[in-house]
C-alpha cells in the first residue's frame, strides 16, 4: 500500500437524484496517488503535478481538496480531466471560508473510473546544485561531476515522485519531509580546461615596483567551455558552487578551492577561480594624456574637448610552460581606437578585453609581450 499524502485529506461527494429530487450523499475512499511529477525547472517556483483515479457517478460530483499544514498556492490549484475529456467537465471551483480547502463540483456523462491530474505551486521544497572539480597533475583537464541537493520542508511526504530539472533527463526519487538528499546527477570524466590568469586594469595595481617590492597576485582559474568538444553540452549548466582539487600524482588531491559559477548556456564558457599567480606579472604605464580639441563658451572657458592618451604595458611570463594572460582593459565614455598592436573584443562598450598568449620562459630570462593601445576620448566636460 503506498504512503498516503500525509496533509492533504480528498473526500469524494457524489451527489444523484433519488425519489422525488431527494439528494443521496455517498462518501468514497481517499484515491491513492497514480503518479507524482515534482517540476523544479522554474528556480523561483516548485510545480507539483498528481494523478489521482476518482470514482464518478453519472451526474453532479463533487470533490474537496483541503490541506493542512502544507504550503500550498490556492491560487495556483488545477485540475485536468484525462481520460474522458468530452464527457467529464469541470463546472466550477469554490472556496469555504477560513478555510485551507476548495472544492470543485464535476459534470459526468456516465460512471467512469476517471484519472485526474491536480497540480499546484507547493513551498518549501527546493533544490541545489554543486560540482567536484578534480584537475590532472598537468592542469589540461577535469572530472567534473554534478550532484543536485534536493531539500523538503514542505510538510508534505513523497514516497516516489518523478523529478525533474530545468536540464538532463528526469528521475525518480522520493523525498519525505525535513530530509534531505546528495544525488550524483551528472559525470563527465575528462573535461578540457585551459588555464587562464586574469589581470583587470580596474581593481590591480599598474606598477608592482611600487609596492614596496610586494609580489603582486594575478587571479587564475579554469575556463570550462559548454560544447560537445568538452564531453558537455547536451544543456545549461545550472549555477551552483563549485569545489575543485587536483591530483597530485601520488593517488591523493589537492584542494584548490571553491567558486560559485553562473548559469552557463550551452557553447558558453565559465572559469573557475582556483588562487594567485605570481608568476606573471604586469606593468602598465599611461605614457600620454592630452586635451586636444578643446571647445570654449563666449568667456573663453572650456566646456568640451577630446583627449590623446597612450597606454603600454610589459607583460612578463616568469614560468616554465606556457601561459595565457587576459587583459581587461577600461575607457570610460564615448571614444575611438586610433591604433592597438594586439587584437582585443569589447565585452561592453566600456571594456575591451585581450587574450595574450605568452611562451614559456627562457634561459635569458622571462618570455615578454608588450600592449600598445592609442585611444581618444570624446566630448568630455
Known amino acids: 500500500m503506498k504512503k498516503r499524502m500525509k496533509n492533504v485529506v480528498w473526500v469524494l461527494?457524489?451527489?444523484?437524484?433519488?425519489?422525488?429530487?431527494?439528494?443521496?450523499?455517498?462518501?468514497?475512499?481517499?484515491?491513492?496517488?497514480?503518479?507524482?511529477?515534482?517540476?523544479?525547472?522554474n528556480p523561483n517556483a516548485t510545480l507539483i503535478e498528481e494523478e489521482r483515479v476518482l470514482t464518478l457517478q453519472k451526474g453532479l460530483n463533487k470533490v474537496d481538496f483541503s490541506w493542512k499544514a502544507v504550503s500550498i498556492d490556492a491560487d495556483s490549484i488545477r485540475l485536468a480531466v484525462l481520460d474522458h475529456a468530452d464527457k467529464v467537465?469541470?463546472?466550477?471551483?469554490?472556496?469555504?471560508?477560513?478555510?485551507?480547502?476548495?472544492?470543485?463540483?464535476?459534470?459526468?456523462?456516465?460512471?467512469?473510473?476517471e484519472t485526474v491530474r491536480i497540480s499546484y505551486l507547493l513551498s518549501n521544497i527546493d533544490r541545489l546544485v554543486a560540482y567536484k572539480a578534480i584537475a590532472d597533475k598537468r592542469e589540461t583537464k577535469?572530472?567534473?561531476?554534478?550532484?543536485?541537493?534536493?531539500?523538503?520542508?514542505?510538510?508534505e511526504d513523497f514516497e516516489e515522485a518523478r523529478v525533474l530539472l530545468d536540464y538532463g533527463e528526469a528521475f525518480e526519487q522520493g523525498i519525505d519531509h525535513e530530509e534531505t538528499k546528495r544525488m550524483l546527477f551528472m559525470k563527465a570524466p575528462e573535461v578540457p580546461i585551459t588555464k587562464i590568469w586574469t589581470w583587470d586594469s580596474a581593481t590591480l595595481p599598474w606598477d608592482p615596483e611600487k609596492l614596496n617590492n610586494k609580489n603582486v597576485g594575478i587571479p587564475v582559474s579554469y575556463r570550462i567551455i559548454?560544447?560537445?568538444?568538452?564531453?558537455?553540452?547536451?544543456?545549461a549548466l545550472s549555477?551552483?558552487?563549485?569545489?575543485?582539487?587536483?591530483?597530485?600524482?601520488?593517488?591523493?588531491?589537492?584542494?584548490?578551492?571553491?567558486?560559485?559559477?553562473?548559469?552557463?548556456?550551452?557553447?558558453?564558457?565559465?572559469?573557475?577561480?582556483?588562487?594567485?599567480?605570481?608568476?606573471?606579472?604586469?606593468?602598465?604605464?599611461?605614457?600620454l594624456d592630452k586635451r586636444i580639441n578643446l571647445r570654449k563658451n563666449n568667456k573663453g572657458g572650456v566646456v568640451l574637448y577630446d583627449t590623446d592618451e597612450l597606454i603600454?604595458?610589459?607583460?612578463?611570463?616568469?614560468?616554465d610552460g606556457?601561459?595565457?594572460l587576459t587583459m581587461?582593459?577600461?575607457i570610460p565614455g564615448q571614444w575611438d581606437m586610433e591604433k592597438c598592436n594586439m587584437k582585443y573584443k569589447r565585452k561592453d562598450a566600456y571594456t575591451l578585453e585581450f587574450e595574450i598568449k605568452l611562451p614559456a620562459r627562457t634561459d635569458d630570462g622571462p618570455a615578454v609581450a608588450e600592449l600598445e593601445m592609442h585611444y581618444h576620448r570624446r566630448n568630455i566636460r
Not at 451527489?15 to 517540476?39: N, Q
Not at 587536483?246 to 552557463?264: C, K, M, P, R
Request: hydrophobic letters at 45%; proline letters at 4%.
Open 13 to 41: 461527494v457524489l451527489l444523484a437524484l433519488c425519489g422525488a429530487a431527494e439528494a443521496r450523499i455517498k462518501l468514497v475512499a481517499l484515491p491513492e496517488r497514480a503518479a507524482t511529477v515534482i517540476r523544479l525547472d
Open 89 to 113: 467537465r469541470l463546472l466550477n471551483v469554490s472556496y469555504p471560508p477560513n478555510e485551507a480547502a476548495l472544492v470543485w463540483e464535476i459534470a459526468s456523462d456516465g460512471d467512469f473510473a
Open 142 to 155: 577535469v572530472g567534473l561531476k554534478s550532484y543536485l541537493v534536493l531539500r523538503n520542508f514542505s510538510g
Open 226 to 235: 559548454n560544447n560537445t568538444a568538452s564531453g558537455l553540452g547536451e544543456f
Open 239 to 287: 549555477g551552483g558552487k563549485v569545489r575543485i582539487f587536483q591530483d597530485d600524482g601520488h593517488e591523493s588531491t589537492i584542494f584548490l578551492g571553491e567558486d560559485n559559477t553562473a548559469l552557463v548556456p550551452v557553447g558558453e564558457k565559465t572559469e573557475l577561480y582556483i588562487g594567485d599567480s605570481r608568476d606573471i606579472v604586469v606593468t602598465q604605464k599611461k605614457m
Open 312 to 319: 603600454t604595458a610589459k607583460i612578463e611570463n616568469f614560468k
Open 322 to 324: 606556457p601561459a595565457v
Open 328 to 330: 581587461i582593459q577600461h
